[in-house]
């Protein structure tokens, strides 16, 4: 004779409504302190730091200096460390890796990537403001 599982009791319906299960899934990345979705929509429409074509462009997220004490595996940087980059020179930069990000920009005329996004964070959500930000960063000469 087989044995037989005892069960508590249910009672009630634990499983969640319709309304709970519609709700969109907030990830950890998200929560994170320092992620804003509107950040990054604004990082979109700004032209791209290097080529300064104007957007919509791509986010990139910095690797290294300030940014990859904030990685982690599997983990980007936040979104405060962000710079407007075009698709093609985004991809160009990911060929080339975390190691060699910093030379890239300044051969590309920007001295300080770090400098400029924190002065795009601290400019969010005046597109102008963030678009002069970006064109006082270009083509500057390394200190």
Not at 68 to 90: I, N, Q, Y
Request: charged share 30%.
């Amino acid at each position: 004779m087989a044995t037989q599982i005892k069960r508590e009791k249910v009672l009630g319906n634990f499983r969640p409504t319709v309304r709970e299960r519609s709700k969109p899934k907030v990830s950890a990345q998200q929560r994170r302190e320092g992620n804003s979705e509107k950040h990054k929509a604004l990082i979109r429409q700004l032209p791209c730091c290097v080529t300064g074509v104007a957007g919509p462009g791509d986010p990139h997220h910095l690797l290294g200096g300030p940014a990859g004490k904030e990685r982690a595996f599997g983990r980007r940087a936040t979104d405060r460390w962000c710079v407007p980059l075009s698709r093609a020179a985004h991809d160009e930069l990911h060929r080339i890796g975390a190691r060699g990000e910093d030379a890239w920009f300044r051969a590309h005329g920007i001295a300080d990537v770090y400098e400029l996004a924190a002065a795009l964070w601290s400019a969010t959500g005046d597109v102008e403001r963030m678009t002069r930000v970006v064109q006082a960063h270009m083509g500057r000469p390394a200190r």
